[in-house]
């Protein structure tokens, strides 16, 4: 029996991810000479099956990023933060274990809050180094002796990078229930992503796939030439 990958909606506004498809348009070159454009990316099986595969995530909201400058400190009391921000002209804040990150400029994620049950939540974490983790407002049930692996899209510019991801099913439990999954990413310059706008790549892989051990057989002339 084919395995279910289940998305789950936490919010009306959130957009599960859908399965790319890739179309490959149909040729009018025959009443030219020699110039022909036929050979596309799309009309290769490889390439075309390698698109296909897995999902597709996209932006939920229109939102204008910009990249961030940050310091983290230790703090052994919560009052020093204070003391902080009047030294270092940061003025947000985000606890994130055992240490502090101080953001700037913070207004534009800041904005974006969105409301579960009765209590409203960030739709943007400070991560560490400049990054983010950007609640989706979903969240996917995979069997368990399955991965979800997050990739970035292959077209993309440099002012939006998407860091990879490795989940397990397990690691998936704890967002069924609350504001939903999250993709880690970094603002390198200032961006308008639009709502529909993909963001990156997920893929549900086996287990097995963290097992694989490599093996190089070198060609038998090169042994051969290492006896002489």
């Known amino acids: 029996m084919q395995p279910d990958i289940i ?14 498809q890739i179309t490959v348009q149909p040729s009018y070159d ?17 390439y075309r099956a390698a698109r296909e595969i ?3 995530i996209l932006s939920p ?3 204008e990023i ?20 009047h030294l270092t002209g ?31 939540h960030q739709m943007f974490i400070p991560n560490g180094e400049g990054t983010f983790e950007w609640r989706m407002g979903w969240s996917v049930q995979i069997p368990d002796d399955h991965l979800l692996l997050f990739q970035p899209l292959e077209s993309t510019d440099a002012s939006f990078v998407v860091h990879p991801g490795l989940l397990t099913a397990t690691g998936l439990h704890r967002f069924h229930s609350g504001l939903g999954l999250p993709i880690a ?17 997920m893929l549900v892989l086996h287990k097995s796939a963290m097992s694989f051990r490599e ?8 042994v051969a030439g290492e006896e002489q």
């Open 61 to 63: 909201i229109d939102v």
């Open 30 to 46: 025959d009443d030219f000479r020699w110039i022909k454009q036929r050979r596309v990316k799309g009309a290769c099986w490889p």
């Open 54 to 56: 897995g999902w597709t």
């Open 7 to 20: 998305f789950s909606k936490k919010a009306a506004w959130a957009i599960p991810p859908v399965k790319e």
């Open 66 to 85: 910009h990249p961030v400058s940050e310091i983290q400190i230790g703090a052994e009391h919560a009052e020093e933060i204070a003391h902080i921000q």
């Open 90 to 120: 940061i003025h947000y804040w985000q606890r994130r274990e055992d240490i502090y990150l101080g953001v700037k400029p913070s207004g534009w994620f800041q904005l974006h809050q969105f409301k579960i049950g009765s209590n409203w």
């Open 185 to 201: 990413f970094e603002p390198r310059q200032t961006k308008l992503i639009k709502r529909h706008e993909p963001l990156a790549k």
């Open 215 to 222: 093996q190089i057989i070198e060609p038998a002339h090169s």
